[in-house]
């Protein structure tokens, strides 16, 4: 069984019920960011769920130059420091260079190595030395099996608190496909694994200058995740997806969360024997 890494006060394997990492894709607003926020914490005490907020302070791979990326390094760290602050809940956000461990760690609860990202040693290392949890996004390139290679240069570092998330396989040009195996595979490796069930349906350069998606296929990638045993669900979440300035396509509708995650904490009872 994978160890338990906890996230804030958010237990993530080690049998603990499924958590939820969730939030939009980026922080388009300090306004936005905390009204997701108010709401996942709201929806986290109704239904009994550890929730981590997810919200990106600068998307570093976008497909178009002219694309949002963010409110960028200081001022989308002081957001999700008044997330945690008004909240309580526990801020994951994705880092991309060395320089930007050091600050966000004062910050973050969980730092996240983008997939584009998760063989660039330098990175992994630092991220790995700031003495917070680790979640790396498995690359769309990268077969389960490889990714023990990330978690070794995390180990080399002295930290144990590694999460790997599974976001989808390149298939051919413009699609991913999700294997349910790659869970099992990267489990095995003694740590808790995450799904992606809103990237694993994105359709990366879909739109020409942005990615497209298949929001449809989320809650069926989702179940079968949850029923493969994952240890928390991946889901970005918006209230108008279809407004969202990054990733709208892929992101759930915020107010039928709640719905989608009463049956996948149904399924997640079931798994765990409960």
Request: net charge negative; charged share 20%.
């Amino acid at each position: 069984m994978a160890r338990v890494v906890t996230v804030g006060h958010v237990a993530v394997g080690g049998g603990e019920p499924l958590a939820l990492i969730a939030g939009p894709c980026v922080i388009e607003s300090a306004e936005l960011a905390l009204e997701v926020a108010h709401r996942l914490k709201a929806i986290s005490e109704e239904l009994g769920v550890g929730v981590i907020y997810k919200s990106s302070y600068d998307k570093a791979n976008r497909t178009s130059i002219k694309s949002f990326r963010g409110p960028g390094l200081d001022e989308g760290l002081k957001i999700l420091q008044q997330v945690k602050d008004e909240t309580g809940l526990p801020v994951l956000s994705d880092v991309h260079a060395v320089e930007e461990v050091g600050p966000a760690a004062q910050v973050l609860d969980c730092l996240q190595i983008p997939a584009f990202l998760s063989r660039q040693t330098d990175l992994v290392v630092a991220a790995a030395r700031a003495g917070r949890p680790v979640n790396v996004k498995k690359g769309q390139f990268l077969a389960p099996w490889d990714v023990e290679h990330v978690v070794e240069k995390i180990r080399s570092q002295g930290n144990e608190d590694i999460l790997l998330t599974e976001r989808g396989t390149a298939f051919g040009y413009g699609n991913l496909v999700a294997d349910m195996r790659s869970l099992a595979i990267m489990r095995s490796l003694g740590v808790p694994v995450v799904f992606d069930a809103t990237h694993a349906v994105q359709l990366p350069g879909g739109q020409g200058t942005s990615s497209g998606g298949e929001r449809h296929h989320i809650p069926t990638l989702a179940r079968a995740a949850v029923a493969a045993g994952c240890d928390a669900l991946f889901l970005e979440v918006h209230p108008e997806p279809d407004k969202a300035l990054s990733d709208g396509p892929n992101q759930w509708p915020l107010d039928d969360l709640p719905a989608l995650l009463t049956q996948v904490l149904a399924i997640d009872r079931v798994v765990r024997g409960g």
